[in-house]
């Protein structure tokens, strides 16, 4: 069990890799969606209805993983799900149905929505021991990974198939895990601390260490869980669909248009790495009402606008937006009931990713993308709504 600084600190750098590279092959994989929706002949909503596979499969399995979480710990689940995250990334380019990209993506969907729970949860166990509220930082590297992973799509978009770029992220994610992993494996979660700092805002009272869901606690749970669920369709929806949104519908080239999520994703890095500092000056609600309100905005530009340069802008501006509000919804859930807090969160954010895929796919053939977009401004408005509530909830 960690007992010095030391330890924490190697501690938070490999959980920072395994979130950066979460962010990295994930990012990876979306940068070509338009490829393989070519690939399989899929019209919008039978793509989205295939992208359904990875929400569905990551939903399906982050109960679970909260369990399993309690049995065997954080740590060894987090490695265990790094390699099937690498893994399963290389199958969307081989099938050519969507059935068959449906089913890939199942898999996928299911080892993304694991390591995202196990990672989690070890964040929150780490961020007690470290007494600050660092839980944006690991979400930055998410985000930095993302924005990495998207940057390079685009520069190998047109000299490599997509087959070629995704069996190259396997293998630096088997890499990447196989190093990173093993300080997982040799340190322990540390025990939280007996008198817990006092946060940025009033927290439930009687809250000294996190503890199974039970009648007082899983109503706040799953309203933090309510706000991760409108943060993820925004994510969701821009990963999904914001590249297709600017070849498509502002006729930018297939580079230009994997730009559009690396500006997003450095977006949210950038709002991540001064999430700490944000949450200790303005605490949490604050910062998600502000959050929701001005990704809001930003989504609005991002869909609505009739230039190129102006989507882009308005995609930073949702990313800055949108940056803190799953690390806080998913930390404060975990704080509350540990790994199954965590779970329940989690599974009803990623339900937001869910949701969107086919929602917009749909809204998509029936009016247009554009108009679709604009669904994601609706819910950054409703998470800026919920955090008010949130609050005096919380303060009961």
């Not at 979306?30 to 990551?58: D, M, Y």
């Not at 890939?104 to 969907?109: E, H, I, N």
């Not at 998207?150 to 069996?167: F, I, K, N, S």
Request: proline share 7%; hydrophobic share 50%.
């Amino acid at each position: 069990m960690p007992g010095n600084r030391s330890d924490l600190t190697r501690l938070r750098i490999a959980l920072t890799v395994f979130f950066a590279l979460d962010g990295f092959v994930f990012a990876g994989w979306v940068v070509r969606i338009p490829a393989i929706k070519e690939q399989t002949n899929a019209s919008s909503s039978a793509l989205g209805l295939a992208l359904l596979g990875v929400s569905a499969g990551a939903v399906v399995t982050m109960m679970v993983t909260g369990r399993l979480c309690r049995r065997f710990g954080s740590h060894p689940m987090t490695v265990i799900c790094g390699i099937l995250l690498s893994l399963s990334v290389a199958l969307p380019p081989l099938t050519h149905s969507v059935p068959a990209l449906g089913a890939v993506l199942l898999v996928f969907g299911a080892a993304y929505g694991g390591i995202n729970v196990a990672f989690n949860s070890a964040a929150v166990d780490l961020v007690r021991a470290l007494r600050r509220p660092v839980m944006p930082s690991f979400h930055a590297a998410f985000s930095l990974g993302g924005m990495i992973g998207a940057g390079l799509g685009a520069l190998v978009a047109g000299a490599l198939t997509p087959t070629r770029h995704l069996l190259g992220l396997t293998l630096i994610g088997l890499l990447v895990t196989a190093l990173a992993g093993r300080t997982l494996l040799r340190i322990q979660p540390p025990k939280p601390p007996v008198q817990p700092p006092k946060p940025p805002e009033r927290a439930p009272r009687g809250e000294s260490a996190p503890r199974r869901p039970g009648s007082r606690t899983r109503p706040l749970v799953i309203t933090f869980g309510l706000i991760a669920l409108c943060t993820a369709y925004g994510e969701g929806a821009l990963a999904d669909w914001s590249a297709l949104h600017l070849e498509q519908d502002l006729d930018a080239t297939a580079g230009v248009a994997a730009v559009g999520y690396s500006c997003f994703a450095l977006a949210m890095t950038i709002g991540r790495l001064t999430g700490t500092q944000l949450l200790e000056r303005l605490g949490q609600t604050r910062t998600l009402v502000y959050g929701g309100t001005t990704a809001a905005v930003g989504m609005l530009l991002g869909a609505l606008a009739p230039a190129l340069w102006a989507a882009l802008l308005g995609f930073v501006i949702a990313g800055l937006g949108l940056a803190n509000l799953f690390p806080v919804a998913i930390e404060r859930a975990g704080a509350l009931a540990g790994p199954d807090g965590v779970a329940i969160a989690s599974t009803l954010g990623y339900g937001g990713m869910l949701l969107g895929p086919p929602a917009i796919g749909f809204m998509a053939d029936w009016f247009s993308l554009p108009t679709a977009l604009t669904s994601v401004a609706a819910l950054a408005a409703a998470a800026a709504l919920i955090a008010v509530v949130t609050r005096r909830a919380a303060a009961g």
